[in-house]
């Protein structure tokens, strides 16, 4: 099956710094890859996703980035601010088995 | 706005006690899942359900099983409750295909005792 591993576990930021967060996956026929953003005692909530047939997708502050071939994809948030504070989780897959496996996850801290 | 509401937000329980954790979706979504929450762990995927009466595994099923008898309706079954099962609970939905979102709801957090 799916295996999607995470790193890192945490990460401190400056306000106004960017944030990356990485992720590989292990599934070549994964094809859906969406990212999720958790804020305390709250539920995951779908901030961007990309498709394998796109490289790069972009919204606002936040960008995704998938390279099919080393079999890993990218968060890039930049002009972090204090909201931007949350657990981040990545995901993969779309496949024909219909399940996403989902990363440990990143507790991003943005220090004002 | 999808909606995915879970029947309780704490619920706390006694080991060999059989636990009952709803979830309710009004967007008509033929796909519903189960997963738990543990730190550092992400979300692993109890079972899932692709249409009324279908279940399939997912990648910690062991004591616990499903019910979807309504498209709405998906229920988890903890038949045999043990600490070990102490954990974040979280239901989703999603229409259609494996690249669509889910949409998760709230989250049962639920401790046994």
């Not at chain 2, 229920?75 to 409750?81: G, R």
Request: proline share 4%.
């Amino acid at each position: 099956g799916e295996n999607v591993e995470q790193h890192p576990s945490t990460l401190s930021v400056q306000e106004g710094d960017s944030a990356v967060i990485k992720c590989t996956y292990s599934d070549s026929a994964s094809n859906y890859f969406p990212w999720y953003k958790q804020e305390l005692g709250k539920r995951p909530q779908l901030i961007i996703d990309i498709r394998s047939n796109v490289g790069e997708k972009k919204d606002q502050r936040i960008a995704v980035t998938l390279n099919k071939t080393a079999k890993h994809f990218s968060l890039h948030i930049t002009e972090t601010q204090p909201e931007d504070s949350a657990v981040y989780f990545c995901a993969a897959g779309g496949n024909a088995g219909n399940m996403l496996t989902f990363g440990g996850g990143t507790r991003l801290m943005v220090k004002p | 706005d999808v909606k995915v509401t879970q029947s309780s937000r704490y619920l706390v329980k006694r080991t060999g006690e059989k636990v009952f954790l709803e979830c309710v979706q009004d967007m008509d979504h033929e796909n519903m899942f189960w997963y738990r929450q543990d730190p550092g762990l992400g979300l692993r995927l109890i079972y899932f359900s692709y249409d009324v009466k279908m279940k399939e595994k997912g990648d910690i099923p062991e004591g616990y099983s499903v019910s979807r008898e309504k498209k709405e309706r998906f229920s988890l079954i903890l038949e045999s409750a043990s600490t070990n099962q102490t954990s974040m609970y979280l239901c989703a939905s999603r229409l259609g295909q494996g690249t669509q979102p889910q949409h998760f709801g709230d989250g049962t957090r639920l401790s046994i005792l």
